[in-house]
């Protein structure tokens, strides 16, 4: 519960601040090409939201890198020699080029050259995709071991080049790095249109909310197609997993149906009741109309002959039900970005003011996507945290008593809350001033000269 609940607070943060730091090096860059102030001005204001979800994403990940040892040490000492590699690479390489860049960027608006600066903020996001790929790298292995050998009751790497030709990370890394556009476009869009709605800066928030549409459809149908690739690897790779999200404890007829909501028994282990739509699991699985999948029933037997007793069955009703909210929920996201290209095209954007209220409510969305999405990734591979190899029971520290967890529990999650509810303030206080508050020259000055120099400077 303590790792969930540190971990699902850190990914809050990472998400947002790669898919800012993406979509403000973008809006730099438009400007370096277009030569139109208004683009500088939605770097420097979106890009004080990105620093801020940067600070709290650090102050969180600190908290990851010592449960490692703390909590879960037998965990570190049985993988180690293969889990630490990519996190070193990540701190000295990724995260010094993040935090040494992004220094550059805040300070050197007025000191450096445009194209000097404009190359530090690209640092900068390049850093944090390398970063997240690293962190996945490392997250991958434990999804799909390879390149090792085990010595003395410890695994050690011994092909390197596994960490990133591994198939799962490949998989894994474009899903999570387009579901950070995906988080970044919502929450820009979400908080443009919170101002559309108080008709205040409107010339720049609506400029935002329409490049921020871009970042949600782009991301939104990169991160389906990204799934449904991963998801696939999970029939070979990881079947109890695919079996589960699907809430299928008997094997499947051909075709398969995949079930859109369903009821369960979770005591006797059965689907009491189903809505299915024909097909459809099969060509989720296999890409064609035909085709049967195996239940989890099935695959726990074959786990057990393979592994020893003990039970094989992850969470199943927790794993269908969030396997839905993140499919349903991308989907929603991508019908309201088409919705807002259709409506801005037709000069409706201000005046739909039922489409700003779902766009600002829509700003929670991703983090929810995400949130589940990571439950579904690391709850599907109970009972083991390296698949096959080691499991949750022989990870954890021996010497951690109930209550020290207990205590740490309490403790992080009132410092979260803080951290949080800081996060909010300083969001919304920044939100609240918008671009221009210390311009003398504001709405007035934008509706006779939009992106003119004079107008924007």
Known sequence: MQFAVTTIFHFFFVPLSVGLAIAVAIMQTLYYVKKKEVYKDMARFWGKIFV??????????IIQEFQFGMNWSEYSRFVGNIFGAPLAIEALLAFFLESTFIGLWIFGWNKLGKGVHLACIWIVAIGSTLSAFWILAANSFMQNPGGYTIENGQAILT???????????????????????????CCIAGLSALKLLKNKDTLFFKKSFNLALVFVLVGGIMVTVMGHSQTQFLVYQQPMKFASIEGLYEDSEDPAGLALVAGFDSENQRRTWAIEFPYALSLLAFNSTSGSVDGINT???????????????????????????????????????????????????????????????????????????WLITELGRYPWTVYGLFTIEQSVSPNVSAGSVLFSLIAFSCVFMLLAATLIILVKREWSKGPYHNSKEKDQSLLTDPYGKEALS
């Open 159 to 185: 092909d390197f080049s596994y960490l990133f030709s591994n198939p799962y990370v490949w998989m894994q890394f474009p899903h999570v790095w387009f579901g950070a556009l995906l988080t970044a476009g």
């Open 52 to 61: 801020l979800s940067f600070a709290v994403g650090v102050v969180t990940g």
């Open 299 to 373: 695959i726990e037997a074959e786990l057990i002959e393979k592994y020893g007793a003990g039970s094989y069955i992850p969470p199943v009703v927790t794993l269908f039900w969030s396997f839905r909210v993140m499919a349903g929920g991308a989907s929603l996201l991508i019908l309201l970005g088409i919705m807002g290209v259709v409506l801005s095209r037709l000069k409706r954007l201000e005046k739909s003011k039922w489409y700003l209220y779902v766009m600002g409510a829509a700003i929670a969305m991703p983090f929810l996507i995400n949130t589940v999405g």
